[in-house]
């Protein structure tokens, strides 16, 4: 009994923190600055999870995945499709790796 209320504690505190932005946000009306700043979040987040990966796509010789990045991000700006510039990273890691 004790361990099943224990989970179903759990799961409340993990829920809720999840749920209560969505009903508080709807009232609350926040500076034109805090909006840019909010939007900014998620591409803040991509890249905490793409540049590690960069500097460690061969270990010892982190000049593979930085090319591969900037070869990426440069097809990214020219608004290539999304699967383009993948292919396009991974081709040139590949092409480097063995040269």
Do not use: C, S
Not at 3 to 27: C, E, K, Q, W
């Amino acid at each position: 009994m004790t361990l099943t209320l224990i989970i179903i504690a759990m799961a409340i505190v993990t829920y809720l923190p999840r749920v209560l932005p969505v009903f508080i946000m709807d009232h609350l009306q926040f500076p034109g600055w805090v909006n840019k700043w909010l939007k900014a979040i998620p591409y803040a987040a991509l890249g905490a999870l793409i540049v590690p990966g960069i500097f460690t796509v061969e270990p010892g010789a982190p000049i593979v995945g930085i090319i591969g990045g900037l070869v990426a991000a440069v097809i990214a700006y020219f608004r290539g499709h999304i699967m383009i510039v993948i292919i396009a990273a991974i081709a040139t890691a590949f092409i480097i790796q063995r040269f």
